[in-house]
Structure formats: C-alpha cells, structure tokens
T-cell receptor, first 112, second 116 residues
Framework: AQSVTQPDIHITVSEGASLELRCNYS??????LFWYVQSPGQGLQLLLK??????LVQGIKGFEAEFKRSQSSFNLRKPSVHWSDAAEYFC??????????FGSGTRLQVQP | GAGVSQSPSNKVTEKGKDVELRCDPI?????LYWYRQSLGQGLEFLIY????????KSGLPSDRFSAERTGGSVSTLTIQRTQQEDSAVYLC??????????????FGEGSRLTVL
C-alpha cells in the first residue's frame, strides 16, 4: 500500500543546533515530494518541493531536503535552528492530479 | 481576501447534530481540497474538487460526510449526525488548475470542530 512515514513524532533541539527530520515513502514509482510547516495558529505553508533533477532542494527559511531514491527518503534539514522554527512539519507526496498524501507530522520543539 | 478563508474557525456541537463548514478558496484556484487533522495524527484526505470534473470522494470516511462546491468557488463540507470521533480540525486548501499532486497547496487556518 502507498504510504508516507514520519518516524519521529516529537523532536527537541537546542537553538543553533542542526536539525534533520525524517520522511520515508512507499510508492510504486517516485512521487513528487513536499515538506510543509504548520506554525501555531497558522495554516500550513510549503517549505520546499522536489519533482525531478537535482536531489538536493533548497526551500524557504533556510531549509533544505535531499531525495534519496535508494532509501525512498526525503529528509528535511537545517544547519542551525532558530526558536521561530518551532512548529509541526509534514512530509507529503503527490502523483499527477491526485490530492497530496501527508505523513503524520513531526513536532519540533526548540530549547533556548 | 488574498488567502483561503474558512468559517467558522471554531464550532462546538452536540452529538447527533448536523454541521456545515465553509471554504472560500483563492480566486482563480480551480482545485479545492478538504483534509481532516485529528489530534496527534496527520492530515487525512477527504475530498478533492477540480474544475467541472467529478470530485474525488475517495477519502470521505462515511456517508455522513458530503461536500459540494457551488459555481466553482465556495465549498461547503457537511457532516450529518455528528459523532465524537468527528472532532478534529477541518482544513481546506486550494491550488492552481491541474496542480493537485504537483504544485503548491494553499491552506486555510482550518475549522476546529468539537462534538460533545
């Protein structure tokens, strides 16, 4: 069955530390890949997306993600986390005209 | 407005009552989606409208759930005979034509439904 897995429900990092959020998918072919962020009291916002080409994609707010076909993964990274990055992060996959399928999310807490 | 607008932002209802949730998408966005976000869970796809095509209703959890989109713009999600397990945040999103799985979805802030 097609699925998107975010194995980490909750992650806590110190401000200034690096961050990596994991995302794995299970699909018959390589889907389009996305990361969205949901900040408290706000709607979801697209951070970055991968369709094809360079497997390292840059997004907004200093985030990047790397597509690894061999691992069916699309992990989100940031070199230095800021307190304002505290939010919930969702990985999502899409095919053609179908609606996106979202993972269960990872809640990020940032310690001062 | 410039973004996706949803109303009401909060709705408390009694078990067994019907509720209607409204979504006003971004002007020019012909694709409209409803998702449900339950506590501790991800976004669950409910239904997808694309222009004049038949909607993709494959995510609706039961026949108590229905949605319509009038004039290709505003959409209403209706939940009949609400149950406590229907308590969740209902999110609406819109996108440009044909961008369902390939493009950027613009989300509203959601309607939080609490069924007592």
């Amino acid at each position: 069955a097609q699925s998107v897995t975010q194995p980490d429900i909750h992650i806590t990092v110190s401000e200034g530390a690096s961050l990596e959020l994991r995302c794995n998918y299970s699909y018959g072919a390589t889907p389009y890949l996305f990361w969205y962020v949901q900040s408290p009291g706000q709607g979801l916002q697209l951070l970055l997306k991968y369709f094809s080409g360079d497997t390292l994609v840059q997004g907004i707010k200093g985030f990047e993600a790397e597509f690894k076909r061999s691992q069916s993964s699309f992990n989100l990274r940031k070199p230095s986390v800021h307190w304002s990055d505290a939010a919930e992060y969702f990985c999502a996959v899409g095919f053609g005209r179908r609606a996106l399928t979202f993972g269960s999310g990872t809640r990020l807490q940032v310690q001062p | 407005g410039a973004g996706v607008s949803q109303s009401p932002s909060n709705k408390v209802t009694e078990k067994g009552k019907d509720v209607e949730l409204r979504c006003d998408p971004i002007s020019g966005h012909t694709a409209l989606y409803w998702y449900r976000q339950s506590l501790g869970q991800g976004l669950e796809f409910l239904i997808y409208f694309q222009g004049n095509s038949a909607p993709d209703k494959s995510g609706l959890p039961s026949d108590r759930f229905s949605a319509e989109r009038t004039g290709g713009s505003v959409s209403t999600l209706t939940i009949q005979r609400t149950q406590q397990e229907d308590s969740a945040v209902y999110l609406c999103a819109s996108s440009l034509p044909g961008q369902g799985g390939t493009g950027e979805l613009f989300f509203g802030e959601g309607s939080r439904l609490t069924v007592l």
